[in-house]
């Protein structure tokens, strides 16, 4: 029998998120300012989605202190800032290593819903 990893917003709610609504909820939390979300699964691995509206940064991490992955955009270029963690820390990324927001969404999604990045993402070690 196959067990689905089940996902939870850290700072939300215990009842986990469905793959479905994901992409909505980090649009709610967006759209309210809060531009860091991590989630955690049943088997312990981290998932990070932090933007600036327009970029994000999605990381998976195994374990606390793996260094864990993160998915990429391996053609862009320059850097883009306004990636306001919740400690305040304004932070700035090359955009080779954030995805366009739509594509991050997409992404969440999916590792919500398989446990695993989609098989066309670029993804690197952190």
């Not at 990381?59 to 998915?71: N, Q, R, Y």
């Not at 306004?82 to 739509?102: A, C, M």
């Amino acid at each position: 029998m196959l067990v689905i990893e089940s996902w939870v917003i850290n700072d939300d709610s215990p009842v986990p998120v469905s793959p479905a609504v994901v992409p909505e909820v980090l649009r709610s939390r967006v759209g309210s300012g809060q531009l860091e979300t991590w989630l955690t699964g049943s088997s312990g691995r981290s998932l990070a989605f932090v933007t600036n509206t327009e970029r994000a940064m999605v990381m998976l991490l195994a374990e606390e202190g793996d260094p864990g992955e993160h998915a990429v955009d391996p053609g862009a270029e320059g850097s883009s800032d306004g990636f306001v963690l919740s400690n305040g820390r304004d932070d700035e990324y090359p955009d080779q290593d954030t995805v366009p927001i739509h594509e991050a969404f997409e992404l969440v999604e999916h590792i919500v819903g398989t446990g695993s990045w989609p098989a066309d993402a670029c993804v690197r070690p952190l």
